[in-house]
């Protein structure tokens, strides 16, 4: 799977955009980009994916590049529940494993 | 919604004991998984399951088994418990088919002490 990199960590006011950046410049033509959270003392959740168009859904949008080489998580309006550590995935399609690195520690702040 | 239930959140075990994890989901997923999260390790794939009774290894598969005799529940094994396999376990599944086998839905966890 292609790595993918991510700031550790990031500061956000509440109400205002998250935008949450991942590049994964190895990533290959069948290989999927997922997000996930992991809120403290919780097991990760599920926030979205995407092949190469842009995906949007009640949580987050999601904006893959055009040569597909970096994508953003966008959570449009931020609260306080969304503060978490936020993991870029890269997956081949087909494949089972889905590795998680150390993400982005997302602070929304009041 | 999806419910992947872990059947003990928090476990004390001493050094030799087995140690059984359970894990059962509730909406026919195909796909189920086992992971442990390790404060600056991040989450390690042990074993996952495509079908009933199949069963991979992931990363980190050494000291553990599975066993999957129905769809919905899949249980971790340590025969042997040790100090290093003190950790927080947790359990995933996922339908299969393309982009929704890595949509992944996570239990709780199970933290696992090991004296």
């Known amino acids: 799977d292609a790595k993918t990199t991510q700031p550790p960590s990031m500061d956000c006011a509440e109400g205002r955009a998250a935008n949450l950046p991942c590049n994964h410049s190895?990533?290959?033509?069948?290989?999927?980009v997922y997000w996930y959270r992991q809120i403290h003392s919780q097991g990760p959740q599920y926030i979205i994916h995407g092949l190469k168009n842009n995906e949007t859904n009640e949580m987050a949008s999601l904006i893959i590049t055009e040569d597909r080489k970096s994508s953003t998580l966008i959570l449009p309006h931020a609260t306080l529940r969304d503060t978490a550590v936020y993991y870029c995935i890269v997956r081949v399609v087909n494949d089972y494993k889905l590795s998680f690195g150390a993400g982005t520690t997302v602070t929304v702040r009041a | 919604d999806v419910k992947v239930t872990q059947s003990s959140r928090y476990l004390v075990k001493r050094t030799g004991e087995k140690v059984f994890l359970e894990c059962v989901q509730d909406m026919d997923h195909e796909n189920m998984f086992w992971y442990r999260q390790d404060p600056g390790l991040g989450l390690r794939l042990i074993y996952f399951?495509?079908?009933?009774?199949?069963?991979e290894k992931g990363d980190i598969p050494e000291g553990y088994s599975v066993s999957r005799e129905k769809k919905e529940r899949f249980s971790l094994i340590l025969e042997s418990a040790s100090t290093n396999q003190t950790s927080m376990y947790l359990c995933?599944?996922?339908?299969f088919g393309s982009g929704r086998t890595g949509e992944l839905f996570f239990g709780e966890g199970s933290r696992l002490t090991v004296l």
């Open positions: 190895t990533i290959s033509g069948n290989e999927y």
């Open positions: 399951s495509y079908d009933v009774k199949m069963k």
């Open positions: 995933a599944s996922s339908l």
